[in-house]
T-cell receptor
Framework: DSGVTQTPKHLITATGQRVTLRCSPR?????VYWYQQSLDQGLQFLIQ???????AKGNILERFSAQQFPDLHSELNLSSLELGDSALYFC????????????FGPGTRLTVL | AQSVTQLGSHVSVSEGALVLLRCNYS??????LFWYVQYPNQGLQLLLK??????LVKGINGFEAEFKKSETSFHLTKPSAHMSDAAEYFC??????????????FGRGTQLTVWP
């Protein structure tokens, strides 16, 4: 158990819909990262938050947004969903930045029908 | 931009044999390097990492990796494979130096199969 929790574990929805994925980081970790894992693209960095502020953006679509709340949990919002958005979405947390180990949650598997 | 190449999407070894998983990277600055393992239906678990100091890094479950700057490589090895090592392995790199930046860029992964 990494100490990072993600809900829900599975999500099945239809094209055009909007969903919210939730992540609670390990106690004491200030950075939260979101990654997408798909067969086509592999594991891709989406976005990082540090202590409530957006810190870095990767290959995140404009239809996707995220935020980190004062209690440090984070949410990833996916809207106008397309079939190609079906993937495993991981949240990870670390104390601060690159030199610190990122601990990954179990992931949320999103299926868009 | 940094990139990570893992040679061989599938590697098969016999139990007790040497495990060698290859990783090469490109980075404009000396990177931080990581190996993660993913078991079916689970998240990623860190095996080992190189940030600074000794270039031979030891990790969990008997794995080790050596950072070779001249070869831009960070290959993962284990002297003797065990059935429980069967999983997917990911090499990752970060060249972020800001203390609060931490983007990881991953290779496509290598599926390790261990035969009895």
């Amino acid at each position: 158990d990494s100490g990072v929790t993600q809900t829900p574990k599975h999500l099945i929805t239809a094209t055009g819909q909007r969903v919210t994925l939730r992540c609670s980081p390990r106690s004491g970790d200030l950075s939260v990262y979101w990654y997408q894992q798909s067969l086509d693209q592999g594991l891709q960095f989406l976005i990082q938050y540090y202590n409530g502020e957006e810190r870095a953006k990767g290959n995140i679509l404009e239809r996707f947004s995220a935020q980190q709340f004062p209690d440090l949990h984070s949410e990833l919002n996916l809207s106008s969903l397309e079939l190609g958005d079906s993937a495993l979405y991981f949240c990870a947390s670390s104390v601060k930045g690159a030199a610190d180990t990122q601990y990954f949650g179990p992931g949320t598997r999103l299926t868009v029908l | 931009a940094q990139s990570v190449t893992q040679l061989g999407s599938h590697v098969s070894v016999s139990e007790g044999a040497l495990v060698l998983l290859r990783c090469n990277y490109s980075s404009s600055v000396p990177p931080y390097l990581f190996w993660y393992v993913q078991y079916p239906n689970q998240g990623l678990q860190l095996l080992l990492k190189y940030t600074t100091g000794a270039t031979l890094v030891k990790g969990i479950n008997g794995f080790e990796a050596e950072f070779k700057k001249s070869e831009t490589s960070f290959h993962l090895t284990k002297p003797s494979a065990h059935m429980s090592d069967a999983a997917e392995y990911f090499c990752a790199v970060s060249d972020d130096r800001g203390s609060t930046l931490g983007r990881l860029y991953f290779g496509r992964g290598t599926q390790l199969t261990v035969w009895p």
